[in-house]
């Protein structure tokens, strides 16, 4: 069987001009477009994939860097604020006792700081490894970064709030009782 272009030749309805103009335009299209077009086209899409994938790492790791240089921003805050406003101890010779986690602590203190600290005008944080005692004030601005830095921190309204129908009212418990 002769092929499609030979049978039209041969009927007369195409000229052999016309043929060999698209053959040439044919070959101008093949050599164009390189044999491994369809693999480029797939070999791009995975290269830009692959540009899209490292971008959203970059994009984590640099969120995770800022995430930590705002963590480590923070913990210098808090360190700033206790060394510049934290109580002095060093002739201190009253045990005070807390709870910090599951464990007891204890640092020593004078009476007036034991009855401050009662009463929520005194707190304690714990701050490099270290217990210190700071005014309420420095301690609500270390809450404000860091909850879990103030370990003891006694809420003023719930000394001054008691009950009227407590009939234990009359009975006055001492805030130094050490057991």
């Known amino acids: 069987m ?3 272009q030979d049978q039209l030749l041969k009927a007369g309805l195409a000229d052999e001009k016309k043929l060999k103009a698209l053959q ?3 070959k101008k299209q093949r050599k164009q477009q390189p044999k ?3 693999q480029t086209d797939e070999g791009k899409l995975r290269a830009q994939q692959a540009r899209q994938e ?3 790492k970059d994009r984590q790791l640099n969120q995770q860097r800022n995430e930590e240089a705002r963590r480590k921003a923070i913990a210098a805050q808090i360190r700033q604020l206790v060394e510049t406003n934290r109580l ?6 009253v045990d005070y006792q807390f709870v910090h986690g599951k464990k007891i602590k204890k640092i020593l203190v004078d009476n007036t700081m034991t009855d401050q600290l009662a009463r929520g005008r005194l707190a304690v944080v714990f701050v490099n490894e270290n217990y210190e005692v700071v005014p309420e004030a420095v301690a609500r601005k270390i809450m404000e970064r860091d ?3 103030v370990v003891v921190l006694h809420d003023r309204n719930s000394q001054t709030d008691k009950d009227e129908d407590d009939p234990y ?3 006055e418990i001492p805030d130094d009782l050490m057991w």
């Open 24 to 26: 040439k335009e044919k």
């Open 36 to 38: 491994g077009a369809a």
């Open 88 to 93: 002095d101890r060093s002739r201190c010779e």
């Open 169 to 171: 009212a009359g009975y």
């Open 54 to 56: 490292k971008a959203e």
């Open 2 to 4: 002769a092929s499609l």
């Open 147 to 149: 909850q879990e830095a």
